[in-house]
């Protein structure tokens, strides 16, 4: 039985169903859980199971919609990845990366995360896998000083596309915003308007985690958006909508597997098909 189904299943005590934990339960967050939960009574649908749903699927349909991004004059377009230990930065780097040169666009890689030797040697054999050149720094370089010189050699080179990998740990969370906040200011010193995109890269397993990841992320650097990896498994993306109802945020590509080709383009009708129905 498709997930949807099943909890409208379990929570049906009686005939009125409760819809805020259901909303809860899927992710949407406490915000966003309360305010549907008020809006489904107040148009009537506490015991309309059916009608409910399609008043949820379009609400959220409306809500997660984006507008394509404008297309970025400037080369390189430089895409800024961060984002908590293990949520798959390096990984989307490289998806990223593969999918720009299927589009027959040329494109660099950038090693920031200079706190792992190991790090490195990750996004190293991606770009050797993918014949996609990689700018590097030993372990322990500055990673702004690393980053600024991908950006210089993908300027001289005229790249297309530029993306950033950075550390989702250091020392401490503080030293890591700090570290993350130069990274992003170094660059805006060398070339205004970049990054273009500053994105979140966030484990869709952690649920409403998402939530406030991206408050904290977004608060400390400014993001432009999010990408939410791990949806292959068993968590649907219901904080997408969330994250967009609080902060305005968009998410522009879903990661589906480990695979380069498993990075997916954000697409709202998709998204919320794959919600209701898987
Ligand atoms: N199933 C699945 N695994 C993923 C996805 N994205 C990344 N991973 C895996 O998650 C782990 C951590 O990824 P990594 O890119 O190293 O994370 P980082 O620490 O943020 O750079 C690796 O084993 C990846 O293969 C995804 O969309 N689906
Ligand atoms: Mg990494």
Known sequence: MPFWNSLVDRFRGGDE????????EADLGLTLADQWQRELRDAGLSRQPEKAEKWLRDKMTALVRIPPPLPV???PETVLLIGVNGSGKTTTAAKLAARAQQEGRTVRLGAADTFR?????????????????VTTAPSGADPASVA???????QEEKTDLLVIDTAGRQANKRNLLLE????KRSLQKKSEGVPHHTWLVADGMTGTGV????REFHTAIGLT???????DGSARGGMVPAVRAELGLPTYYL????????????????????????
């Open 255 to 278: 990661g589906r597997g480990e695979k380069p080709e498993d990075l997916h383009r954000f697409d709202a009708r998709d998204f919320v098909t794959n919600f209701f129905e898987r």
């Open 73 to 75: 004059r400037q080369k």
């Open 225 to 231: 958006g999010l990408i939410v990896t791990k949806l």
């Open 180 to 183: 993350l906040e130069k990274i």
């Open 17 to 24: 169903i409760d819809w805020e934990p259901l909303l809860i």
């Open 148 to 154: 600024v010189r991908a950006l210089l050699v993908a």
């Open 211 to 214: 939530l406030a990841q991206a």
């Open 117 to 133: 030797a190991a790090a490195t040697e990750q996004l190293e054999a991606w770009g050797a896998r993918l014949g996609i050149p």
